[in-house]
């Protein structure tokens, strides 16, 4: 049946039909143009912090979710094991290159910072985060001012170093900045990218920076990189101890010649629960989001899952081809940082595939709980360092409501004010 009805346009009545068809084509118009003006007002409701109504389904993608819960759970499980073990924690940026993240584990507890760059030491210290320390020497005339610089704005930063003639170029530039730098000197712990020869070397070293009057020598970092993914925590154990074992041997020949070592500083999110009683403070950053990496390490329970910490980030991502049965294409490829060892979430059996820079495959056995197109699909990612330097912000989700964004920043090696 068809209900008719009258119009007045132009000054003329017309008639009009009022089918089911048009009914239809009226309510999924309006229901459009609500979506793409939602769309449109999602990045000035996320200047606002207005996150009303908003739930992944709005959100743009690829993007970076954060379940809120879970990484609740991973920050608080991670400060109260240090409290217990007598360890000060400084996280590491690198993982998460975020202010919000590094405020929310100060006010856990944490000292300060780890950082990797010299643009993630000036973007957390101007922010007002404390305790930055530097994991790589800052060489070359525009890294070392710019450190030295930062050292006179902010007293508590620190740097490492591993060479002697690069103690001498630090020391002569906080000089004549009329500044003075604090100095932890890092020692070789089985990566050959840093870190001087343990014992009477590295001890030279330290004797040599506290002998500058511009060098303040706070200690020693030894980075077991190797012992962070050893699968197996017997395994891991043993490593992490042969390769900080240089580190506590030259930290004992410091204390002998009269230097107090204050920072014995290390430890990774593997190591977080055998380096107690060895380290002064610990470094871990993947620990609060975890990746299909680390996961696989096992446990101190002896489980094949490393389950300290859950797995809190996922990549959201968008079906947008369904052509051939069990194959599906997203929106997120090489730029997304894809991976095929990505997995995806609730779905251990679909495989992950690239297909190029904004193009990614995922595979299942066709029929088998198909995906439909325009189907939301969050992938666990493989090394969380590269995945949060594509992107902008982490979205915090509460189930499917989303109630924040934290920025990603200090990503350039450009100076950061």
Not at 168 to 180: C, F, H, I, P
Not at 204 to 221: C, D, E, T, V, Y
Not at 257 to 278: C, F, K, M, Q, W
Request: hydrophobic share 40%; net charge positive; proline share 2%.
């Amino acid at each position: 049946m068809r209900a008719c009805g009258y119009l007045r346009q132009n000054g003329k009545i017309e008639r009009k039909m009022n089918t089911r068809r048009a009914f239809f084509i009226n309510t999924l118009t309006s229901a459009s143009a609500l979506a793409a003006a939602k769309a449109s007002n999602i990045e000035s409701r996320i200047g606002k912090k207005d996150w009303r109504g908003i739930t992944r389904e709005d959100l743009p993608t690829p993007c970076m979710i954060l379940d809120a819960d879970l990484f609740e759970k991973n920050l608080n499980h991670m400060a109260a094991t240090c409290k217990q073990s007598g360890l000060n924690f400084r996280g590491h940026v690198k993982i998460h290159k975020s202010v919000d993240i590094a405020k929310r584990q100060a006010a856990l507890g944490a000292i300060g910072v780890t950082v990797a760059t010299e643009a993630e030491a000036e973007l957390m210290s101007g922010a007002g985060v404390k305790g930055v320390l530097l994991t790589r020497q800052p060489a070359g005339k525009e890294k070392t001012m710019r450190m030295v610089a930062l050292a006179k704005r902010d007293p508590t930063f620190i740097t490492i170093l591993d060479d002697q003639w690069m103690a001498d170029q630090l020391d002569e530039a906080a000089a004549a900045a009329k500044t003075k730098v604090n100095v932890v000197v890092d020692i070789f712990a089985g990566l050959q990218r840093a870190g001087i020869e343990p014992g009477p070397k590295a001890l030279a070293l330290a004797q040599r920076i506290s002998g500058k009057k511009n060098l303040n020598f706070k200690g020693l970092m030894a980075y077991s990189g190797i012992a962070s993914h050893t699968k197996g925590w017997e395994a891991r154990k043993a490593q992490s101890m042969k390769d900080i074992g240089g580190m506590l041997e030259t930290a004992d020949l410091c204390k002998k010649a009269g230097l107090p070592v204050e920072i014995r500083s290390g430890g990774s999110t593997g190591t977080y629960n055998i380096d107690g009683g060895h380290l002064t403070e610990l470094q871990a950053g993947s620990y609060m989001f975890m990746d299909t990496g680390y996961i696989k390490i096992g446990s101190k329970a002896g489980n094949a899952i490393y389950d300290d910490f859950a797995q809190s980030l996922t990549i959201l991502t968008t079906i947008i081809v369904r052509q051939h049965g069990g194959v599906a294409t997203i929106d997120a490829g090489l730029k997304a940082m894809l991976k095929p060892t990505d997995t995806v979430k609730g779905r251990p059996d679909v495989v992950v595939e690239n297909q190029g820079a904004e193009y990614g495959i995922l595979k299942w056995k066709a029929g088998d709980r198909d995906y439909k197109l325009g189907d939301k699909v969050e992938l666990y990612t493989t090394h969380l360092d590269m995945t949060t330097n594509v992107y902008d912000r982490y979205y915090l989700a509460k189930g499917d409501q989303i109630i924040d964004a934290y920025p990603v920043m200090g990503r350039a090696g450009a100076a950061q004010r």
